[in-house]
């Protein structure tokens, strides 16, 4: 129950589409989202292929969950073979475009192929109609947005790519909403390739479950006692910007390209300074908590900015000027970026420039170099054309790969690992490269009571929370709500009309986790590619919490070895043959 | 009473709209819902689009059957007095009332206690005195 049971499959190439059934065995074993996403690509896709080719695929993945009113069900996972990575690559976006698709009556959207022009999809129900874009080619995310606003429906939802994803750069994103994303690893750039301007959907079914008036009261009980409590509520009073003073304070904050871990402007950009400038609050669909600041500075408005582009795109650049950072931000959206990506980048440039390797023109905190990057990268312009490559093929191309702060070629996130070693280890393991959302141990570690300077335990930690976010993300909720497995089973049971255990919940998180490094595998990622920056296993951190700490390479390598081991996978990090059995992948 | 929301706390979430169909429609589908909370984004700012129920009480002045009335502080609507003539419908000021199948959905506030009211996370709508 809470299924459409149907998929919709759209060849771009010849502007067809079809409505298949949903493989019903692969919703109970993947469930939605994350990993049925994945599950259909690894199913579908030839080993190998090109990601920015016709051969590619891009997948939209509701959930058990959207279009009910289970608070915080409201975000959408994208699943592709990433143009910056070669990985696995899924990303998720809130908004409303996950609720609208699933009363539009589908589970996903399986998109194949090419289009021969700039084309968008308007889905409205059982109407699929491959569409002619050339007037939107070109425009800017928001721009593109508000124009199908005018041609559709003023309430149409849409996923929209800017000019990045057109010129095919791998730190493009998907939009929604103006300012959601489907982030990281190159998503829009997939989109891009496929001559896909937008898809855009409306929908009027409606979704059924069983006995709802009890469902909804036990809803209710559940938003109020395990949602709207002080657990979660930092979301709505101050979001992910309350993290520019706790990594201040844990020596974990990325400044000047990693090169230390606080910042002495910390307080121009952090949540009291961003309180002053913020206009409104915003949430996605079904969400209780409400995450968005949007706030106007100068001569922009934007929806953030989140912690990730307040440190990775502001202290890690040397730039404390909050107005700035938000123009950065707005740039970044409108041009369809990645801010954590843009942001390395730029700090690399930087970085490269000071040492004299290549200089860019770019030094660290100087506002007016860095507002021109944005707009060069989506361009493909002057030194665009170079920071475009991203830190990964920049290093290849110029040098200074010991402190190209990325793995397997997606940028870091803004926590310093070498003040939080299980953060080190997530980020060498992640499925899609250097990544704050498939584990976060920074929690327990940095914040909490754990030893952040030690690799003991950590292996079963990553192992934990890896699990967890990979069956959160598969139901699919937010990471905002930070409900425990059981809750979540409980939630599953409601619908299901079985009871569905934490322990079930958690052999799905593993199965998704080990289908994600198969598919890896399968393209040749091993044990070489789990690795971390030259820097954060020589250089000593020296201000803060983090002064005279590195993440010593044996200890790392000790920490490696202990996962693989817990995993059940080989040494080079494959997953042996009885593992990927006995979790029915094989 | 009637329902009025306070924009600077909403943060368009639509849990309102899904307790609504939820509550008179047995679905989740906002689109039937009898009140229209959205906010979306445009280049100048945040713009909110509602549609609440004000207790104008014109569709009961207007209703040429007594199908629509006035009791204990809300509307009651009796389907077998409706001729579906539509005139509330055109009316209602505040687009609440829609048509259905069979006659016509209005806000009758759950009879005193509004699930939209009880579900919105953040105290947004809210159920006010009016005169």
Known sequence: ?586 | MALKLIEELCIGCRLCQLACSAAKEEVFNPELARLKVISTYTKTGLNYTTSLCSMCLICVGICPTEAITHQDGHLVYDQDKCTNCGSCITECPEKVITSREQGIALCDFCGGSPACVEWCPHHALINQEVN
């Open chain 1, 1 to 586: 129950m809470c299924y459409t049971g149907k998929l919709l499959r759209v060849n771009l190439t010849t502007g067809q589409s079809q409505v298949e059934e949903l493989n019903k065995q692969w919703a109970v074993d993947y469930i939605g989202g994350k990993g049925l996403g994945i599950k259909y690509l690894y199913e579908e896709l030839s080993p190998g292929i090109e990601p920015l080719s016709a051969e590619n695929k891009l997948i939209l993945m509701t959930g058990l969950f959207t279009g009910t009113i289970i608070p915080l069900s409201g975000k959408l996972a994208i699943i592709t073979k990433s143009p910056a990575t070669g990985t696995i690559l899924d990303c998720s976006i809130g908004g409303h475009f996950a609720a609208e698709l699933k009363y539009a009556g589908y589970d996903g959207v399986i998109l194949e192929g090419k289009a021969t022009k700039p084309s968008y999809l308007y889905i409205e129900d059982q109407n699929v109609e491959l569409r002619d874009a050339s007037e939107l080619w070109g425009q800017g995310a928001q721009d593109t947005e508000l124009i199908l606003r005018d041609k559709i429906h003023e309430d149409v939802k849409a996923l929209v790519i800017g000019p990045a994803a057109e010129n095919l750069v791998t730190m493009s994103c998907i939009t929604s909403e103006f300012y959601r994303q489907a982030g990281r690893g190159g998503v829009g750039a997939v989109m891009g390739s496929k001559n896909l301007k937008a898809v855009a959907v409306k929908g009027s079914g409606s979704i059924s479950v069983p006995n709802i008036k009890q469902f909804v009261d036990t809803l209710q009980e559940v938003m109020r006692t395990d949602t709207l409590t002080d657990t979660n509520l930092w979301v709505n009073t101050d979001g992910t910007p309350l993290l520019v003073d706790l990594n201040q304070d844990t020596g974990i904050l990325p400044t000047r390209n990693f090169q230390e871990g606080t910042f002495d402007d910390y307080q121009k950009i952090n949540s009291d300074a961003l309180k002053t400038v913020r206009t409104g609050k915003k949430g996605c669909f079904s969400c209780a908590l409400g995450c968005g600041n949007y706030s106007r500075s100068g001569r922009s408005t934007v929806e953030g900015p989140e912690y990730e582009t307040l440190a990775i795109g502001g202290s890690n650049c040397g730039i404390s000027d909050l107005e700035a950072i938000i123009e950065f931000n707005d740039l970044c959206d409108n041009l369809g970026m990645d801010t954590i990506s843009v942001g390395n980048v730029i700090a690399f440039a930087m970085e490269l420039t000071e040492k004299g390797i290549k200089d860019f023109g770019l030094k660290f905190g100087d506002v007016d170099a860095y507002l021109k990057v944005p707009g060069l990268i989506a361009a493909q312009d002057g030194i665009g054309v170079d920071l475009g490559l991203g830190v990964k093929k920049l290093s290849e191309k110029y040098g200074g790969s010991d402190f190209a702060m990325q793995v397997k070629g997606l940028e870091f996130p803004g926590y310093e690992p070498r003040g939080s070693w299980g953060m080190g280890l997530a980020y060498a393991t992640s499925d899609r490269g250097a990544c704050h959302m498939r584990a976060w141990p920074v929690a327990d570690e940095a914040y909490g009571d754990l030893d952040p300077f030690t690799v003991e335990g950590k292996a079963q930690l990553v192992i934990d929370l890896q699990h967890y976010n990979a069956a959160k993300f598969s139901l699919i909720l937010c990471d905002f709500w930070a409900l425990s497995m059981e809750t979540m089973g409980t939630l599953v049971s409601n619908l299901q009309e079985r009871t569905v255990s934490e322990q079930e919940l958690t052999l799905v998180g593993e199965r998704v986790v080990n289908l994600a490094r198969q598919f890896n595998v399968r393209e040749g990622y091993s044990k070489d590619n789990d690795t971390l920056p030259e820097r954060i296993f020589k250089e000593t951190l020296k201000t803060g919490a983090t002064k005279g700490q590195f993440l010593p390479r044996e200890e790392f390598e000790k920490m490696l070895a202990e996962y693989y081991s817990l995993r059940g996978w080989d040494h080079n990090g494959k997953p042996a043959e009885a593992k990927l059995q006995e979790l029915g992948i094989i």
